[in-house]
């Protein structure tokens, strides 16, 4: 817990109790001394039966340092849920030797007819007594009407979600669009209203010029542009392939890839990092970790946020010039870009995630360049799955890039491969990690830190628009 500054110390009153609910406790710096007091007590000889003789006392202080964290229990203990049934009569019965199994047990154990225990994760979001502040009823304008509500969205998102205006295409789909839709071209003539906009623009009409299929990622790591104005520039630009070969790929308005054997290059892979113990290493052993696991979750239920960090004297001294760290700030031309592994696949250089989408361009190996050309002028069908490549050219790309991630992964850690054999170089079948959908790209400005790419392994773009 003190590792992570993010996370709060958790007390169990009933610690053998799986069902207890634990009482929090909030980080908090300190500039305190912490004291080792020792009380030595000296008795005195009694000369007298009648005389009462104080024992000396002494005391011996010796401070063994500071301390610089201290957690604090401010909050209310949570509810308690026990495992408890109540019978017809009112009485309660214990049900936690029926729903523990404290050591393996047979089948009959587990076909029991029980009552049903389902216990709440959480009561509460919050662990301490906050003031709500009741808001008056809203003053609307003569003659606004409420937006209709219906079953589907009865119970949903606080606001709706704003339209994009973005056009999605599918690979069975006979037209292609040509232009945007008149709301997309609105939408960002009333954003662009500023030079820097106006660049932007022609940026990316560039970028499309040259290569008239990008990811969204490789854009950022091309061009600088907040993420909130590319939502809006993308759809001016381009339309969005929801399936197929160029699946999760913009496409210049105009263009067909499915008419243009040369598109084949644009094509996209998903590839997933692949590990298992029969080849010496565990996932948690990967250099490449996951940005994410269930079984470090922690609830939100915290009302103290974290702090920005002041500067302290020792930052002073060390500098907050291009020199120093953390202080300096990026240039306005390279503050939102991502760096090109987001996007590139290098010889020698592991992926930025477990899960990454390259376009067969971006891969930057000739072994795998010469899988993808082996039928360079003689492409005759475009199908959905293999788009203009051979069958099972992704498979093939796929085993290749897996032995070469390998062959990082042992050079980096070889004892991990210690046990393992030359015989098994990357030719088996594993399970693959898969990543979570999340939309990344909610923040504000000011608040805006850019990464290596995104915060998941695998980025879905479709609600962003829709």
């Not at 990092?273 to 996951?290: E, L, T």
Request: net charge neutral; proline share 7%; charged share 30%.
């Amino acid at each position: 817990i003190y590792a992570d500054p993010a996370k709060r110390l958790e007390l169990y009153f009933r610690p053998k109790d799986p069902y207890c609910h634990p009482v929090c406790a909030n980080r908090f710096p300190t500039s305190t001394v912490l004291l080792k007091v020792k009380r030595r007590t000296k008795k005195k000889k009694q000369l007298d039966a009648e005389e009462q003789i104080q024992p000396e006392v002494q005391f011996e202080m010796e401070i063994l340092g500071t301390v610089t964290t201290v957690y604090k229990f401010q909050g209310m203990s949570d509810f308690q849920y026990l495992a408890m049934h109540s019978g017809p009569d009112g009485k309660q019965t214990s049900m936690y030797d029926k729903v523990l199994m404290l050591k393996p047990e047979k089948e009959e154990f587990f076909n029991r007819e029980l009552p049903l225990y389902i216990p709440p994760p959480i009561f509460s979001r919050l662990d301490t007594p906050v003031d709500y502040f009741y808001r008056p009823d809203i003053q609307h304008r003569l003659g606004y009407n409420n937006p209709q509500v219906s079953g589907e969205n009865l119970i949903g998102l606080s606001r709706a979600r704003r339209p994009h205006n973005a056009i999605f295409v599918n690979f069975d789909d006979e037209e292609i669009p040509t232009k945007p839709l008149d709301a997309a071209v609105q939408t960002w003539k009333k954003m662009c209203t500023n030079p820097v906009d106006k660049k932007v623009e022609e940026e990316l009409r560039k970028l499309f010029e040259v290569r008239p299929v990008w990811s969204r990622n490789a854009v950022k790591a091309n061009i600088s542009v907040h993420p909130d104005k590319l939502k809006l520039l993308l759809p001016y630009l381009a339309y969005y392939m929801l399936t197929g070969p160029w699946r999760s790929l913009w496409v210049r308005f105009g263009y067909d890839p499915r008419k243009h054997p040369e598109a084949k290059i644009y094509q996209v892979l998903d590839f997933r990092i692949r590990c298992g113990m029969k080849y010496g290493y565990a996932p948690n052993d990967m250099p490449v970790k996951a940005k994410r696991s269930t079984y470090n979750y922690s609830l939100p239920i915290t009302v103290k946020k974290q702090v920005s960090h002041t500067v302290s004297v020792h930052d002073l001294k060390q500098g907050l010039g291009t020199s120093g760290a953390s202080g300096a700030k990026k240039p306005a031309s390279s503050r939102y870009k991502l760096k090109e592994s987001i996007y590139i696949f290098r010889e020698g250089a592991l992926p930025p995630y477990r899960q990454m989408f390259y376009q067969l361009c971006d891969l930057n190996v000739e072994s795998l360049q010469k899988i993808i050309r082996r039928n360079d002028g003689t492409e005759s069908e475009c199908t959905e799955r293999d788009g203009w490549c051979l069958p099972k050219t992704s498979d093939d790309l796929r085993d290749t890039m897996s032995l070469m991630i390998k062959q990082i992964i042992r050079s980096t850690r070889p004892a991990l491969f210690s046990n393992t054999t030359s015989s098994e170089d990357g030719k088996e079948q594993l399970a693959y990690e898969s990543g979570e959908d999340e939309d990344d790209e909610e923040e504000e400005e000011e608040d805006f830190k850019p990464s290596d790419g995104s915060e998941n392994e695998m980025e879905t773009e479709i609600l962003d628009y829709v």
